[in-house]
C-alpha cells in the first residue's frame, strides 16, 4: 500500500503562486511515477504533471510555463509549484502513484485531495 497526503493548496487571487506538496509513504512507494491531477465541478479530472521514478517531467500544455513538478531526492515529496494562477485554475488537486502517463485510469493510489480556488 502506499499513502498520499495532500497539503498546500488555499485561496489566492489572480497571478499569485502557490506550492502543493504530496507526501508519500508505503512500502514501495518510490517505485511509483507520481502524477498531479485536478478536477473542477462538472468537469472530468484531468492530467496537470507527472514525474517518472527517474526524474524525468511532463506538464499538460494548459499549465507548461507557469507550473512546475519536482521531488526531494529521497522521492518522499512531490511538489506542484503553481505560478501565474488563473481562475480557471480552481480545482481540487489530487496527487497519485502509478504508472507515468496522463490518464487517471494509469494511477493506483490517490490522496484525498487539496482546494486550490484563485479569484479574479
Known amino acids: 500500500q502506499v499513502q498520499l497526503v495532500e497539503s498546500g493548496g488555499g485561496l489566492v487571487q489572480a497571478g499569485d503562486s502557490l506550492r502543493l506538496s504530496c507526501a508519500a509513504s508505503g512500502r514501495t512507494f518510490n517505485r511509483y511515477d507520481m502524477g498531479w491531477f485536478r478536477q473542477a465541478p462538472g468537469k472530468e479530472r484531468e492530467f496537470v504533471a507527472a514525474?517518472?521514478?527517474?526524474?524525468?517531467?511532463y506538464h499538460a500544455d494548459s499549465v507548461k510555463g507557469r507550473f512546475s513538478i519536482s521531488q526531494d531526492n529521497a522521492k518522499t515529496t512531490v511538489y506542484l509549484r503553481m505560478n501565474s494562477l488563473k481562475p480557471e485554475d480552481t480545482a481540487i488537486y489530487y496527487c497519485a502513484a502509478g504508472r507515468l502517463s496522463t490518464s487517471p485510469y494509469d494511477y493506483d493510489y490517490w490522496g484525498q485531495g487539496t482546494q486550490v480556488t484563485v479569484s479574479s
Open positions: 514525474v517518472s521514478w527517474s526524474g524525468s517531467t
